[in-house]
């Protein structure tokens, strides 16, 4: 492992440097006026595929679901990744090209999802995707990037047990979160039996399948374990059994706009979680969640990511300030919305350090690109796709955010397919 003060050494790509941009210091451009960046690269040399590349622009694609139940959680990613590009575009683009980006609403459906990402692919031509949520989603469109050889940056937390060379995946698989997440519970909370709870579709049922049998490992117990349809409002039932079966953990994977209904019902069952026991762990809840559900309904509540919006250092301080600047003081930004911001950042390395848009040449340059001025502090792209990061643990705050409670000192190894929880 490397930490984050001393990370492996990385390709720089051409005219690379550091800039400020407003008050963010970020990944640097080349600041050379475009017609003199593109003399060097020039179309038929970068676009050798057919892809919707010319001399002054580079088309990309952005899809999330902006309508439906799942647009509470996945409207941080819109904005962040369409902040990632208007900065690099403000810096002189990406080889001397403006990126402009064709928006899709995968409306919280998951063939809508593979309808979308074909069109992108086929019809636009996009020279990468950054987009889904849901496991579901990226399930569906995984087909469609693999069949037409395009490039996704998937920035979800997610289950893990897959490597596509067709994904980038800027979230954090199962060690880095829910292995990493129990043992920190366990340890900190003496926790010895948990129920599980989900939304009812892969992502929730495969971590909590994984939760299980690591739970199990520890010699420990789970006493209930529950799933409810996307959208579900009526949690009182599985509530109840909660309250009966006592469990130290309550483990919460329940997405979207389910969560304000299950954390308001939770409070008025009379589930105090600012005191010991039982304590609630989730893995699915972040600052874009807590907006909806209000901070005063999940207070006392725990999260295993790997950024909170309160970090603590100058990269975060600086992106924080450029997101409310771009979208209003009053937003927040969650640990989903951050990944995906990261997105556009690494395609742009990778194409700067592959001197080409071809799909093939920067799936080989992406290994090793690193980003030391990530919010979350620092990454780098591992050979499997995933990224080296640190594994957090915060604690929500009645204001709607959390504090951070715990961190890894160093950055974790991704392991998508750990032995044992497959």
Known sequence: ????????????????????????????????????????????????????????????????????????????????????????????????????????????????????????????????????????????????????????????????????????????????????????????????????????????????????????????????????????TQFNSVINKIKLRKPDVIYVIVVGGSNVAFYKQLKAAGIDMTKEKPALLTISVTEDEIRGIGGENIVGAYAAMKYFQSLPNENNTSFVKAFKEMWGEDIVIGDVTQAAYLGPWLWKAAVEKAGSFDIDKIRAASPGIELKTAPEGYVRIHKNHHLWSKTRVGLAQTDGQYKVVYETKELMEPDPFPKGYQ
């Open 1 to 232: 492992m490397h930490s984050d003060k001393t990370p492996a050494s990385a390709p720089r790509s051409p005219a690379r440097r550091r800039v400020s941009l407003g008050a963010a210091a970020l990944i640097a451009g080349s600041m050379m006026p475009f017609a003199a960046f593109t003399a060097d690269y020039p179309t038929a040399k970068v676009n050798t595929t057919g892809l919707a590349v010319t001399d002054d622009v580079v088309k990309v694609g952005i899809l999330h679901s902006v309508t439906g139940t799942m647009s509470i959680s996945e409207t941080g990613s819109v904005q962040a990744e369409k902040l990632a590009i208007s900065q690099i575009n403000a810096m002189g683009g990406v080889l001397g090209r403006k990126i402009e980006y064709i928006q899709e609403d995968g409306a919280s459906d998951w063939p809508t999802f593979a309808e979308k990402a074909k069109k992108l692919l086929v019809s636009d031509k996009a020279a990468a995707v950054f987009g889904c949520w849901t496991s579901a989603s990226r399930k569906a469109v995984l087909p469609v990037f693999e069949q037409y050889n395009g490039m996704l940056y998937y920035p979800t937390f997610y289950e893990g047990l897959e490597e596509s060379p067709n994904v980038i995946y800027t979230g954090q698989e199962a060690t880095q979160q829910i292995i990493a997440g129990i043992d920190w519970i366990v340890k900190e909370k003496k926790a010895k039996s948990f129920y599980l709870l989900g939304s009812d579709y892969i992502w929730p049922r495969t971590s909590n399948k994984i939760a299980r049998k690591h739970i199990e490992k520890l010699g420990l117990k789970v006493v209930g374990e529950e799933y409810y349809p996307l959208g579900h």
